[in-house]
């Protein structure tokens, strides 16, 4: 079984520009997560779908960041403009988004590497 | 709100020597915890899960955690630690009252031959 797919994995910006990060869920996975992890810390929550519909995103500096899933399969996430503080690693993850609820485990896809300079 | 402690930044063990990795927490209702691992520039990868029940889970590769209600802790243990078990451990809890999966610091585990 195929797992999360992310891309690019590297991408490196002047502060200002706009960057954008793209996300494939496992295969049947309804529910889809994006994370923020900085440097030394554990991941954060940015935003939570469940299908094409957002579930959480309290967290989302909306301001600058924004994401969709128009078909509720993939996902971007978009940071327009970007500033110095937003270097870190953007982490997708998946789940089944059953009956499960809290208890379902999500899988990560290996992350994509933002460097802001 | 919800949080998770992992006191411990790196934790160093020889290879065959028992591995331990602490991990307290606080929610308001019943705790979902989870332990994952990180290889250097790869996501996060499941280990195991306490949901309810027994309080030692098993999970992958060797590991198990044990649950303690009353010392709110979910401590990671492995009894013969490999070199390739070296990388960072995450803890993580979730709770219906705040819903979000919260992940602790991290601990960074190093294993000597």
């Known amino acids: 079984e195929a797992g999360v797919a992310q891309s690019p994995r590297y991408k490196i910006i002047e502060k200002r520009q706009s960057v954008a990060f793209w996300c494939n869920p496992i295969s049947g996975h309804a529910t889809l997560y994006w994370y923020q992890q900085i440097l030394g810390q554990g991941p954060k929550l940015l935003i939570q779908f469940q299908n094409n519909g957002v579930v959480d995103d309290s967290q989302l500096p909306k301001d600058r960041f924004s994401a969709e899933r128009l078909k509720g399969v993939d996902s971007t996430l978009k940071i327009q403009p970007a500033k110095l503080e937003d270097s870190a690693v953007y982490l997708c993850?998946?789940?089944?988004?059953?009956?499960?609820?809290?208890?379902?485990?999500?899988?990560f896809g290996p992350g994509t590497r933002l460097l802001v300079l | 709100a919800q949080s998770v402690a992992q006191p411990e930044d790196q934790v160093n063990v020889a290879e065959g020597n028992p591995l331990t990795v602490k991990c307290t927490y606080s929610?308001?209702?019943?705790?979902?915890l989870f332990w994952y691992v990180q290889y250097p520039n790869r996501g996060l990868q499941f280990l195991l899960k306490?949901?309810?029940?027994?309080?030692l889970v098993k999970g992958s590769y060797g590991f198990e955690a044990e649950f303690n209600k009353s010392q709110t802790s979910f401590h990671l243990k492995k009894p013969s630690a490999l070199v390739s078990d070296s990388a960072l451990y995450f803890c993580?809890?979730?709770?219906?009252?705040?819903?979000?999966?919260?992940f602790g610091a991290g601990t960074q585990v190093v294993v000597t031959p």
């Open positions: 993850a998946s789940s089944l988004g059953g009956t499960g609820g809290f208890q379902e485990t999500q899988y």
């Open positions: 993580a809890v979730r709770d219906e009252s705040w819903g979000k999966l919260q």
């Open positions: 929610v308001s209702g019943n705790p979902y």
């Open positions: 306490y949901i309810t029940g027994d309080n």
